[in-house]
Nanobody, 121 residues
């Protein structure tokens, strides 16, 4: 199994920055894609950013140009640098990892417990 532990959330004013971290522990071998999703009380869990083990990235439209995802494969850790934060960025941010078990053609998805990001107006 894989356990994901997020850190770095908090309260920040509009225009400020935060850096989220997510460390994977356990059976981390063959983890491919890691990323971040966010959820507000009334909305579904939406894509923020993902990154593959090779460094290919994908961003949600709402954060394009403001957030940057990065990864340290040796540490099994993914980061999210969040700049120019807006009140609408307020959400619970969840870390996600995909792992291919030996002999499997489909990945297993693992989720962290989430970290709260609140941007004051």
């Amino acid at each position: 199994q894989v356990e994901l532990v997020e850190s770095g959330g908090g309260l920040v004013p509009t225009g400020g920055s935060l850096r989220l971290s997510c460390a994977a522990a356990g059976n981390t071998y063959r983890i491919e894609t890691m990323g971040w999703y966010r959820q507000t009380p009334e909305k579904q869990r939406d894509l923020v950013a993902t990154i593959t083990s090779g460094g290919n990235t994908d961003y949600g439209d709402a954060v394009q140009g403001r957030f940057t995802i990065s990864r340290d494969n040796a540490k099994n850790t993914v980061y999210l640098q969040m700049n120019s934060l807006k009140p609408e960025d307020t959400a619970v941010y969840y870390c996600k990892a995909e792992r291919f078990s030996p002999g499997s053609v489909y990945p297993t998805h693992y989720w962290g417990r989430g970290t709260q990001v609140t941007v004051s107006s």
